[in-house]
């Protein structure tokens, strides 16, 4: 069980705007940043979005992010194929004095 | 180019120790922390500790304080996982990754190490 709850699975077709949510606490998303990985079939995560709302040098303006109290979302619009992976949202909690990551989400493109 | 290179995969029987590497280059490897990362066979991420290699503060998740150890070698830019007694249920990749404390902003990626530990 993660500390963040993400929705197992989502989908969408070529064009689309898909969006991730992922749930957290006051310890956590509540009171710190949150940052997502994607994460391509048989390759090492990568940093996609970080606090919160910002893109890495190279990350298509496709991607964004936002929070809202304990809750953030990851929004992809114009889905494409290659978009297909597993999401993760990360955040460092306060009571664990550590990080956390949600449990991904599995992106699939219809 | 700032890279991190892990050491190759394992094989591995339980009760066997075992320690798996890290290495940093391209950037000051002091100056940042080091995160590790586990994800077991057809699993999710899990946040396993980060050290700072300037001065080897380190911190752990509580699932896996007392499991693992987490060491680095600042004069070889080089970073440590290490188990004193291997068991199956730590077969996994395990990822290493630069780290930034306070927050899991981890922007450069080993490409992993896999171990198996089986009979």
């Known amino acids: 069980q993660s500390v963040l709850t993400q929705p197992p699975s989502a989908s969408g077709t070529p064009g689309q705007r898909v969006t991730i949510s992922c749930s957290g606490s006051?310890?956590?998303?509540?009171?710190?940043?949150v940052n997502w990985y994607q994460q391509l079939p048989g390759t090492a995560p990568k940093l996609l979005i970080y606090s919160n709302n910002q893109r890495p040098s190279g990350v298509p303006d496709r991607f964004s992010g936002s929070k809202s109290g304990t809750s953030a979302s990851l929004a992809i619009s114009g889905l494409q194929s290659e978009d297909e992976a597993d999401y993760y949202c990360?955040?460092?909690?306060?009571?664990?004095?550590?990080?956390?990551f949600g449990g991904g989400t599995k992106l699939t493109v219809l | 180019e700032v890279q991190l290179v892990q050491s190759g995969a394992e094989v591995k029987k339980p009760g066997e120790s075992l320690k798996i590497s890290c290495k940093g280059s391209?950037?000051?490897?002091?100056?940042?922390?080091i995160g590790w990362v586990r994800q077991m066979p057809g699993k999710g991420l899990e946040w396993m500790g980060i050290i700072y290699p300037g001065d080897s503060d380190t911190r752990y998740s509580p699932s896996f304080q007392g499991q693992v150890t987490i060491s680095a070698d600042k004069s070889i830019s080089t970073a440590y996982l290490q188990w004193s007694s291997l068991k199956a249920s730590d077969t996994a990749m395990y990822y290493c990754a630069r780290h930034e404390v306070g927050m899991v902003y981890m922007d450069v990626w080993g490409k992993g190490t896999t171990v198996t530990v089986s009979s």
């Open positions: 990360a955040a460092w909690d306060d009571s664990l004095k550590g990080g956390v």
């Open positions: 391209g950037y000051s490897f002091t100056s940042y922390w």
């Open positions: 006051s310890s956590n998303i509540g009171s710190n940043t």
